[in-house]
Structure formats: structure tokens, C-alpha cells
């Protein structure tokens, strides 16, 4: 499972989940300028254990208002702590390849499957008033251990589509699974539907999004749903989830 927040959700989801002790804490801890924040995933190292939490924070206020605050990223590895079951922060670590202050950053994507977590970011340098940008694929290990995979070449820094592909049935399909696939229950597309009229994008036909619906392969309870997918951007956005 993987939970994306933006301010102000990030006070919100912390009264659900942690409690109002817990809330206080983390609440008076976190910097007013939090943009996102990223839990999910699962790392194991010798006998410890736990989930990632991605932070992205805003360093300075915008130089413009058609520009991107400059942005800090730190990578947590968060244990449980067996006596109060609540979270802690084992190790908080940046990432060489994303420098502090060098790009501005939007959503952070964490992608799971067995055995690895990858982590998707895109930025654009927050001097300029190009939206063009780079992005990048890091590799997340044990306490501490991030590494580059590769850059990507999305079409805009906020784009999750590369100028090589195509947001067709194929790419919505696999977009949704990524939303909501579980590594122990595989799921297979049940519908994928166009939504909207038809356009064109660089002489290529699209539509205004795809609703795929995605269920398990094998007679379980529960599992599965409703992703949109937006035939533009490329970015999926769960509608519901099966349980």
C-alpha cells in the first residue's frame, strides 16, 4: 500500500492514522514547508524491518509565481516501535543525484513489486520559466541505501508519460496495476474504456482519459477496482478500491 499526501492532507491523515498523541508530535515535527510526503513499500535488513517514507520540502519561496519553490528530498526508513506502535524514523537520507535546492520537485510516485521498491520523481530548475525538466528512477535498499537507476525523459517534469510512449489501452492497463496491485494477488483488466472525445497530441489520436477496471486473477474477496487514467498526462488516479 502506498499513501501520497499533499498539504494540508499531511494533518488530516495523521489524526486517521497515528492519533492525537501521536498527531501533536509528528504534527508540531513536521516543517510548514512540507509539500508532499510518500509512505508505503517494505524494507528488511538483518532483523529490522519497516516502510519508506518519501518527504519532499519546499527550501525557499518561489523566486515567481510561474515557478517552482527550489526542493529538499529526504528518503525515511521508518520502524515500528514495539512498545508504543507507533513509527520512528530508523534513518532519513538524501539523495546525491537530486542535490538540495537544484530542482523543483513535484509528487513523488513509489512503485513496489516483490523484492524492490523504485521511486519516480520529476523536477524542473526553479531559475527558469522552462517547464521542460528531468527525472529520475532511484532503486530504495536497506537503512540508507538509494541508488539511480535511470533518468527518464518524461514530455513535461509533471508529465508520467515519456515522449517515446503512448497513452493507449496498454499503458492505462499498466498504469492502473501499478495503483493497485498487491504482490501476492495479481490482477487482470476486467474493462478499459475510453472517456471523452478524441484529439490530437503531436499528430497522435487521444482521448480525454481511460476508467480501467481491474479484479483479481484467481476467485478471492475483495480486491482490485476503479483507476482513471488521463489520456494526456499519463498519470492514474484510483477511483475506488475493492476490499
Known sequence: MVLMLTCPAIFLALSAVAGVSALAQDYRALDPTVASVVTGGYWEHGKQHGTY???VRARVARAAPWKGPASMLRVQWLVSDPRTHEDRVLVSSPVDSIPDGAWSLSQPHLDCRPGACTLTLYGTD??????????WVIALGGPGKVKLVKKLSPIRADWCVAPTERVDSTFAVAQAQRLLEDTLLPLKADSVRTVGMQSLLDGLP???GWLVVLSPTRLVLGGGGRVWVDGETGCAIVLRRYE
Not at 526553479?126 to 527525472?135: I, L, R, V, Y
Open 53 to 55: 517514507r518519501i518527504v
Open 206 to 208: 487521444v482521448f480525454e
Open 126 to 135: 526553479p531559475n527558469t520559466d522552462k517547464m521542460d525538466g528531468e527525472s
